[in-house]
């Protein structure tokens, strides 16, 4: 398995809010149910999205009146690969009006034990270019590539999403299946 995770801050923004005052809405402004890849606690909320999308990049970069579009993945074949992306909405901001997020990362192998571990990593540190309300994709980017040598089975990512301002720590994972 190679992990890799990109360390650039991608502040961009979707044109809907994305929080509301009870956790997460969806485009209809009806409240979604909290998951092990979706929570929200004290206003602060932040998700897990698995994608088989290569140019999910891309697909995120696009204008604010526009809607990025990304398919789910929940299996990668040898030989695939697939991405693990973070979001967040309303940080808490600081005097500066920067937010203060930081997260621990882990991805585990079918057997439970750490294929890659990173703690404490400054994953949302900017000025916000909006309301804290919208969307905002984190720095945690993960792409996992399913080698021969990797053990086939159910994976998991783990993300703990940390608003130091705020003091609320929100622990996330996604699982995923290797052929």
């Known amino acids: 398995m190679r992990w890799t995770s990109a ?8 044109p809907l809010p994305a929080l509301a005052d009870g956790g997460w809405i969806n485009h ?15 206003g602060f909320a932040a998700s ?4 088989s999308d ?6 995120w970069e696009t204008p604010p009146e526009s809607t990025p579009r990304f398919t789910e993945a929940s299996e990668v074949h040898l030989g695939g690969e697939l991405f693990v992306l973070t979001f967040l909405s309303n940080p808490q901001l600081g005097e500066d009006g920067a937010a203060k997020v930081h997260c621990d990362v882990r991805m585990l192998r079918p057997d439970g034990s750490s294929s890659a571990e ?14 804290p309300t919208l969307l905002y ?3 945690v980017q993960l792409k996992f590539v399913a080698e021969p040598g ?3 089975g159910t994976w998991t990512a783990q993300v703990v999403v940390k608003d130091l301002l705020r003091g609320v720590s929100l622990p996330l994972q996604a699982r995923f299946d290797v052929r």
């Open 48 to 51: 897990l999205l698995l994608t």
């Open 7 to 14: 360390l650039a801050i991608m502040a961009l923004t979707l």
């Open 28 to 42: 209809d402004g009806k409240a979604v149910p909290q998951t092990d890849a979706m929570k929200s606690r004290d």
């Open 118 to 131: 990173e703690r404490d990593v400054p994953c949302f540190t900017a000025r916000l270019p909006g309301p």
């Open 150 to 152: 990797d053990p086939k």
């Open 54 to 59: 290569a140019d999910w990049q891309a697909k």
């Open 137 to 139: 994709m984190t720095s």
